[in-house]
């Protein structure tokens, strides 16, 4: 097993949510040894293939190459303790973290994110960040080696790298960017060897042929939405919402066959129309795809029974508030949509294949109160014979790790979306 450190994008539970899923349906072994806002750190089974442009919910990917207690950080950096210093100096140079840099024809150019989960030692990120660059720095200079790292401007509020500035400097290629990950027990320091490239997600999403503003899905979500459905290559996955066809698309570049349904005839011939130029923007020769106009009462009709592997879908959220609702107008609209999502469980049920599973966004809209109104769609979905997939169980964890209580819990995962006054609910569930 190799630990991997991954950070997340900007809602961390539903960015670990989608890496849990994603290596259970390839069934790569892992156990996640932390988590939290900032990072994780996943021992994953070595010679397993972590693609970053499969993923919508991770920024970086990195291997770790040390690990020491946070205790020694504390007293480096809190009590600047000199021999607890040197010992981290002495960790850092003994190993192999600037073997790729090492190996340069030129001078060498990296730079040092720090993501830091201990609130006593955040304030210190800066200091950190300059003590791990300078050490690296002398011992490139012990193999002969001219070097610069990144600094950081002083209004930035912690020293770490954007996912755009790796790019940009190219430090992947050169292994080149050193990630110190501080934990509350350990510190993990490891390599860059994959970043999130945001240019490709924004491609798919602004320069498509066909776009639909209000309540679109972004790529991204979208992309996370298909990995927690155990989409893997060559299953069947339908949209029966599809739109203009943002999540056919996700799934498309995940080798699924895709069919989408929508009642709309201008969003049918706007979503075919998006999927051929995806299959010539990505080269996706022979890929299987149709794009269906239909009322998602009768999909059967349409589809067939249990002819398809997965559905990943977002239906009607309701109006597009510009003020923050009271509870009684928000049950409205909850009540008002509720007979469209009960019908669409009823049919989805019948589409599916056994073992199949569903994805499904529904409204969340906090109040004016700051109560949630939630649609209740899992007790119709219970009736029709589905099971509840929770995103987290206690073997995503190791038994040594403290706090996963809280995510072993959760039974569905809440995106925000600024823009817009209604949230989204996600939840999973198998027949």
């Known amino acids: 097993m190799l630990t991997n450190l991954f950070i997340s994008g900007k809602n ?4 670990l949510a989608e890496i849990v899923a994603y290596l259970s349906a390839k069934k790569t072994n892992f156990v996640v040894n932390f988590f939290s806002r900032e990072f994780f750190a996943l021992d994953v089974e070595q010679g397993a293939e972590l693609a970053i442009e499969d993923l919508g919910g991770t920024i970086k990917i990195a291997q770790a190459k040390i690990e020491f207690p946070t205790m020694i950080s504390r007293q480096a950096f809190l009590e600047r303790d000199k021999q ?14 600037v073997d790729g840099m090492s190996k340069a024809s030129e001078k060498v150019f990296f730079g040092v994110s720090v993501y830091c989960s201990d609130k006593a030692l955040r304030p210190h990120s800066g200091v950190i960040q300059r003590f791990v660059g300078s050490t690296v720095k002398d011992e490139l200079a012990g ?30 290629e050169t292994r080149s960017e050193v990630l110190l990950c501080i934990g509350k027990q350990e510190t993990w320091v490891g390599t860059t060897v994959a970043v999130h490239n945001p240019f490709e997600f924004q491609k798919r999403d602004i320069y498509k042929p066909n776009q639909r503003t209000i309540f679109a899905m972004p790529p991204r979500l979208a992309r996370i939405m298909v990995n927690m459905s155990a989409c893997t290559p060559g299953k069947v996955l339908l949209d029966p919402f599809c739109g203009v066809g943002t999540i056919l698309q996700e799934a498309l570049l995940a080798k699924a066959k895709v069919v989408g349904v929508d009642a709309n005839s201008w969003c049918v011939k706007a979503a075919n129309e998006n999927l051929e130029w995806l299959i010539r923007e990505y080269a996706l020769q022979g890929s299987d795809f149709r794009v269906i106009q239909g009322d998602v009462g009768k999909l059967t009709q349409k589809i067939g029974m249990e002819a398809i592997d997965c559905i990943v879908t977002e239906p009607d959220l309701g109006p597009a508030l510009r003020q923050i609702p ?106």
């Open 326 to 431: 009271t509870g009684p107008y928000a049950q409205k609209i909850i009540q008002k949509l509720e007979p469209l999502y009960f019908g669409f469980a009823e049919e989805s049920y019948k589409v599916l294949k056994v073992g199949g599973r569903l994805v499904l966004v529904t409204p969340y809209i906090v109040t004016r109160s700051g109560k949630a109104v939630a649609l209740p769609i899992g007790s119709k979905l219970e009736s029709l014979g589905f099971k509840r997939v929770q995103p987290f169980s206690v073997h995503t964890f190791s038994e040594k790790l403290e706090g996963s209580e809280a995510l072993v819990s959760l039974s569905s995962l809440v995106e925000v979306d600024e823009r817009h006054k209604v949230s989204r609910e996600i939840h999973i569930y198998e027949k």
């Open 12 to 15: 961390w539970k539903l960015s």
């Open 143 to 172: 193999y002969g080696k001219k070097s610069k790292f990144m600094g950081f401007s002083k209004d930035r509020r912690l020293p770490q790298l954007s996912h755009v500035e790796v790019l940009k400097k190219k430090l992947v």
């Open 84 to 97: 607890s210093q040197k010992q981290i100096a002495a960790t850092l140079t003994s190993s192999d973290l």
